[in-house]
């Protein structure tokens, strides 16, 4: 992790908690059930202090950074003094913007440029709620949802692709257009095999060779409707040349990767890379000659 | 449907047990026939006993189907009614309820 | 009673025949194909939760685990939303301020007189009124259309309703959209210096290329004077300021590629089929079963023309396909007044005619032409609410919606088609309508088919075109 935020990095992180109302099946930052804010709170708020003033991104994360009530407005607050051009992207399940007196609370709290970055897992509560791990988790977050939809906050949707929905991406990309239409953007995103993802690799792992004709199609739903559509974390060879323009250097710095066979690959400087660790990757990476 | 009885190119008969089918129903497929056809009715116990006549040849072999679909679909259309019908309402309330000046207006010509 | 032992519960739907499968449609408009015999099983509990069958019946709102409150909220949402094109009311107001015409069209519905007859202008006092009562409408965006006859032949009638409706306007605070319906053929510097100062839209009429277009509009030369006009018109105003609509007659059903060619010719990108309506100078003389069987072979030749153009690469909208489609792939209503439910009338467009009186669409003040003023609501010195919340806008509430009336509440394509009552009453003699006979139901009925029938077959190839239309 970084030590010192800075312009243009994508790598400004502010993990708040552990804590986390879902246990998805693919997550690679394993929740804890104690509440270790305040173990995190000083090395944070550090990070801002020393922060350079012209930081135009950070990402608050967790675990689910909302469950620490006022200390997540703590640190918008400070971001957005300290770094006054920044953007906050915060990385939620939704779930607690289904009360409607804490987004009541959480409108007044940010003023600022934000972000909100939230998972939907599939189009229908059955396939949604299992790989959440958590019962009743689709509806609060559709709940959440409608209620940052009605007051403009701007939302990502990031659908991570797994052998649970994979089939179903292009109808997923529909529910959005008919149910969601007003996010601003949905990622859909390669796993980072680390934590519950790889303890259940067997179970989650779906190869992209399964999965791109549905995501091709999801794109083309996504794209035709205006809203902004990014692939994140898997490498163009294996992605169809079409979807290439929507892929997108997501990896972050410091945990970034190439293997031995990518150093000859003529799209070495577009493609995101691996994750450094992951502890599996896809057979069938192979370099892109031109 | 049953005893389905073809007299001649232009006119048919046949029964719909009025213990299978609802009024409902069987008003509802009638009204979607009436428009090609002159349509009698005779209720004779739990038997509905409709004639069909039209003023052009008519392949009945086809018309049986159609007519026999209707009436399953109609029933199904029936069955999704009544269970819906209090949810389709609520949903409806609850589409317009932030409105609050409602004018109630007696629409009785 | 169905007893059902899977405990998933149904939401309302409808669903019909399409090929050899079923399409079964949500109470928004979503919709899903699936095999023969899945509407049976689905409503005697026979579905798998474990299945893809499931998960699609829960994602499209077929079926649901329970009636949750959060999934109302979706659902209420999605029909808050889709009936949101009446959140202002009436947004569209026709002012027709003349009948005197300059042209003789084969199909003309506007009854109209020779170029030099005054009295067939709207008097000053009526359009102050009428301008008025426009502005009553609490629609904070509205459009004004100038509709005759010929408008611009009245070009100072024109002005002084722009001038009017600004000096109204400035304690009212609406934004208004200026539209002009004309032909063309003779559009003075004074009209021009007008358009470009109020930012008037010009809609006009090209129906083909020059031989069917003249033979259309009855005056020989008519397609080179639109011509002229067009450029014209183009350099001052700008590539998008002036649009064609296009009528379809008996003699252009014969050249759906010629029509579209001649659109292209002229850099147009956009056409919008339609039909003739059953009425005006058209009535006579016509076998409308006849009429709207060839159309609709002319509809799917144009279509697929157009449709082969954008997979070469050229972007060329078909706006009839796309107004439907849109009710069918978005969650979104959409502006086409002849399409809705609750209907059009009054709701989204009411005309003001010359005569001084207030009508509910431009098809009911021509009955008045004819001495029939079912559809009158009233004269333009009458209270706004006595014309827009009358007696008979509420009598015509109870007949003006899919939901509720016979043959249409049970339909699959109820949230795609619309009520007419003025359609009914012009054809059927009763403005409830009889389904089973209705040239309306049967033709649009022919629409959704043939479009779902392409969604189904072509999707993949034909889906990503349409979208490109509908989002643009």
Known sequence: MTDKFIKGSNNNIIYVTSCCTNRCIMCCQPPLDEDDSTYHYKRNINLIDTADPETDYVCITGGEPTLSGDLLFDYMHRIWDKMPNSSIHLLTNGRSFANANYVEKFTKEANGKLFVGIPLHSDNYADHDVIAGA??????????????????????????????????????????????????QVSFMGLEVIGYAEKNYSK???????????????????????????????????????????????????????LGICSNCSMIDECCGLFSTSKRYSANLKPIIR | MNSFRIIGNKKAQFNIDA?????????????????????????????????????NDTDWNIMKKTIS???????????????????????????????DNFTEYDTEE | MIQRNNSYRLLPFKFTHIGNKELIVNEVGDYLFMPNGTVQRVISGSVNRNTEEYRDLLSKFIICDSYNDILQDVIATRIRTKKSFLDGFTSLHIFVLTLRCNQKCVYCQAT?????????????????????????????????????????????????????????????????????????????????????????????????????????????????????????????????????????????????????????????????????????????????????????????????????LNKRGEFFVEGFTAMVMKKILTPFPIGFVDLQSPAGIINSVVVYNYDGYVYCSDESRMMAESGDFTFRLGKVSDKYEDIFYGKKAQALSRVWATEYIAGCSDCAFQQYCGADPVRNYSTQGDWYGHRPSSLFCKFHKAVFEYLFELIDRRGNEVLPIIRRWIYD
């Open chain 2, 69 to 99: 679909t209707m009436l399953n679909d109609f029933q199904m259309r029936e069955v999704i009614e009544k269970e819906t019908h209090d949810i389709r309402n609520i949903l409806y309330v609850k589409a317009f309820s932030n409105i």
């Open chain 1, 135 to 184: 019962k009743g988790s689709f509806y609060a977050t559709l709940k959440g949802l409608h209620n940052l939809g009605i007051l403009g906050f701007e939302i990502e949707l990031r659908v991570i692709i797994l052998k649970q929905n994979y089939k179903r991406l292009d109808k997923i990309a529909e529910f959005i257009t008919r149910n969601l239409p007003f996010v601003a």
């Open chain 3, 112 to 308: 109209s007189q020779n170029k030099d007859c005054v009295n067939k202008d709207m008097k000053i006092e009526d359009l102050n009124k009428a301008i008025s009562l426009m502005l009553k409408s609490p629609n904070p965006h509205i459009t004004m259309e100038f509709q005759g006859g010929e408008s611009s032949l009245v070009p100072s009638l024109v002005e002084h309703a722009i001038l009017e409706t600004e000096r109204q306007n400035k304690s009212v605070g609406k934004e208004i959209k200026y539209v002009i319906c004309t032909n063309i053929i003779h559009f003075s510097e004074e009209l021009l210096n007008l358009c470009e100062k109020y930012n008037v839209f010009v809609s006009t009429s090209l129906d083909g290329p020059e031989s069917i277009h003249d033979s259309n509009r009855g005056v020989s030369g008519s397609y080179k004077h639109f011509v002229d006009s067009l450029l014209r018109i183009r350099e001052r105003l700008g590539q998008d300021r002036i649009s064609p609509l296009m009528t379809t007659s008996v003699l252009s059903l014969n050249y759906p590629i010629e029509i579209v060619d001649s659109y292209r010719q002229l850099s147009f990108h956009y056409i919008f089929l339609r039909p003739l309506n059953p009425y005006g100078r058209a009535k006579e003389n016509e076998d409308w079963n006849l009429y709207f069987d060839k159309f609709l072979e002319f509809y799917k030749k144009s279509l697929d023309y157009i449709l082969l």
């Open chain 1, 204 to 258: 989650v792992w779906m190869d992209s060779e399964c999965f791109t004709i549905n995501l091709a199609r999801a794109i083309d739903i996504l794209d035709n409707s205006h809203i902004q559509t990014r692939i994140f974390n898997i490498p163009h060879c294996l992605l169809p040349t079409a979807l290439w323009p929507f892929a997108c250097k997501s990896i972050s710095e410091w945990k970034k990767t190439n």
């Open chain 2, 19 to 55: 213990n299978m089918f609802s009024k409902s129903v069987i008003m509802k497929v009638l009204y979607w026939l009436n428009n090609d056809f002159v349509v009698q009715t005779t209720s004779h116990e739990s038997q509905l006993l409709v004639e069909l006549e039209s003023n």
